[in-house]
Nanobody, 130 residues
Framework: QVQLVESGGGLVQAGGSLRLSCAAS?????????????MGWFRQAPGKEREFVAA????????YYEDSVKGRFTISRDNAKNTVYLQMNSLKPEDTAVYCC??????????????????WGQGTQVTVSS
């Protein structure tokens, strides 16, 4: 059992910033360390398809971003806190969506694809006003 809980969403003016957090919990994460889970962020606006935002593998130094957020968003993780973050700067109205985090142990390929992940949080609302 792995539980993911997002926080940090809210209402912000265009050009502002938010930092989303995704905290993982569960007894020993079903026997595995959080550090062995690859993590991703996805978003979905009403009437639109779920969209990849960012991902960070369980190992290695690379991170991955959807083109529209490159240079504005940064994904990071703190394994000691069992938490992955999404720092969002220079927010635009088109960033408005429910943001969800996702996890899959030992995943390294196709981290932009929702099907890779087997654990999902409930999401946190981000609203960017014009």
């Amino acid at each position: 059992q792995v539980q993911l809980v997002e926080s940090g969403g809210g209402l912000v003016q265009a050009g502002g910033s938010l930092r989303l957090s995704c905290a993982a919990s569960g007894r020993s994460f079903s026997g595995y360390s959080f550090s062995t889970y690859s993590m991703g962020w996805f978003r979905q606006a009403p009437g639109k398809e779920r969209e990849f935002v960012a991902a960070i593998p369980w190992t290695g130094s690379r991170t991955y971003y959807e083109d529209s957020v490159k240079g504005r968003f940064t994904i990071s993780r703190d394994n000691a806190k069992n938490t992955v973050y999404l720092q969002m700067n220079s927010l635009k109205p088109e960033d408005t969506a429910v943001y969800c985090c996702a996890a899959r142990r030992l995943a390294l390929d196709n981290l932009n694809a929702p099907y890779v992940y087997n654990y999902w949080g409930q999401g946190t609302q981000v609203t960017v006003s014009s």
